[in-house]
């Protein structure tokens, strides 16, 4: 087995198999063909506030295009809004894609370039899920975030996978010091090999992780997995949300796939 990065090797040929960017007339939903929107507190899902202590409700109409980006816009609600969450009314909607059924992914560099949101109580992530969780369950499926960010800290990175045995607060991987991730666009990114996930920030590598990472629990990545994207509010991992926060923007700018010297594959349809 392979345990290198792409980046470790002078000149891995890189080719595009697959991108989404959002250049459509203002506001445009995403792609219906390649997108599809969770909605509500994740009650029918059976993880109410999405496992997380999540304070969003989710809706379709939080995420569109503006000026070439797709925006996710997070909006505090006001007490009368008549929308019930798990907690009692719900205090803010926001926006969750995922292409599960429609576009799903084994191996290569998958990348997002996004301009992270302002505002303490913010939760950006771009990340992955296994194909196979309704039939095996989470974590086994296994998960890779390849971008997380607590708002009250958007000078750090959080980048993890997590599986059987090392997941939630012990999933596996880092994070690290970084520009402050909501003042501009970054591109985030990892390749993803056969037993390997190397992270990027803007190019430049910085963690990675093995089956010898994940040791004595079983490393589960070696199947397809599918993308999703969403702005959380509040929830275990990011905190409480600032009371004077009124709206949250999480922008981005393309999502891409390539293969990695020919490695890599996007599927179409259920598989």
């Known amino acids: 087995m392979n345990h290198e990065s792409a980046f470790s090797k002078s000149s891995p040929r890189i080719e595009l198999l697959w991108e989404q960017t959002f250049t459509s007339p203002d506001g445009t939903r995403p792609d219906s063909a390649v997108w599809s929107h969770d909605i509500g507190d994740g009650t029918e899902a059976g993880i109410p506030g999405w496992g997380n202590q999540e304070r969003e409700w989710y809706t379709d109409d939080a995420v569109e295009t503006r000026d070439g980006k797709l925006v996710f816009t997070a909006t505090k609600l006001p007490e009368n809004s008549g929308i019930e969450a798990y907690y009692g009314p719900a205090e803010w909607s926001s926006g969750k894609i995922h292409t599960n059924g429609k576009v799903s992914f084994k191996y290569g560099r998958i990348e997002a370039t996004i301009k992270a949101p302002t505002g303490v109580g913010t939760w950006p992530a771009f990340w992955m899920l296994g194909t196979n969780i309704a039939e095996v369950t989470w974590p086994e499926c296994g998960e890779i975030d390849i971008l997380e960010m607590r708002g009250r800290d958007p000078k750090t990175l959080v980048s ?112």
């Open 160 to 271: 993890t996978v997590h599986g059987p045995g090392y997941s939630g607060e012990h999933g596996s991987g880092t994070e690290i010091a970084t520009q402050p991730l909501n003042e501009g666009f970054h591109t985030f990114g990892v390749d993803w090999l056969e037993d390997s996930v190397t992270w990027h920030l803007d190019g430049v590598p910085f963690h990675t992780v093995t089956p010898e990472s994940v040791t004595p629990n079983r490393w589960a990545f070696n199947h397809p997995h599918y993308l999703i994207m969403n702005l959380a509010m509040g929830g275990g991992f990011t905190g409480d949300i600032d009371p004077t926060l009124t709206h949250a923007e999480m922008q981005v700018e393309a999502v891409r796939v390539y293969s990695i010297d020919g490695i890599g594959e996007v599927i179409f349809g259920l598989k």
